[in-house]
């Protein structure tokens, strides 16, 4: 998978459309100590409940999403963020159709 142009203007909303029934992603940028990737989730469309051994940003662009960390949920709208510790126990679904930027940092 190839990662976005650099020394770039990007409109990342623009990089990543909707599919129907699915969840597409888009890597931007991947490195030793982390990657950002770019999320389109459909409505009720989402990502199981799973850990990961690093922290992850969540950035929401638009529409709105659950994000649930350790069974607690949160609702976020475009312009929110949130942070996933590292190794608890986290879910995504979209509420509406949504886009997001995932940064996760591996140091």
Do not use: C
Not at 5 to 25: C, F, H, R, T, W
Not at 62 to 76: C, D, M, Q
Request: proline share 5%.
């Amino acid at each position: 998978m190839s990662t976005a142009p650099k020394s770039q203007v990007l409109n990342v909303i623009e990089m990543v459309g909707y599919q129907e029934g699915a969840v597409v992603s888009r890597q931007i940028t991947k490195a030793e100590a982390g990657n950002v990737t770019l999320f389109a989730f459909d409505k009720d469309q989402g990502l199981s409940e799973h850990a990961a051994p690093y922290d992850a940003l969540v950035h929401v662009l638009e529409g709105e999403a659950e994000v649930t960390i350790a069974g607690k949920p949160f609702y976020l709208k475009a312009g929110d963020a949130i942070i996933m510790p590292a190794n608890n126990p986290h879910a995504l679904k979209a509420i509406q159709k949504f886009k997001m930027l995932l940064t996760m940092i591996r140091a």
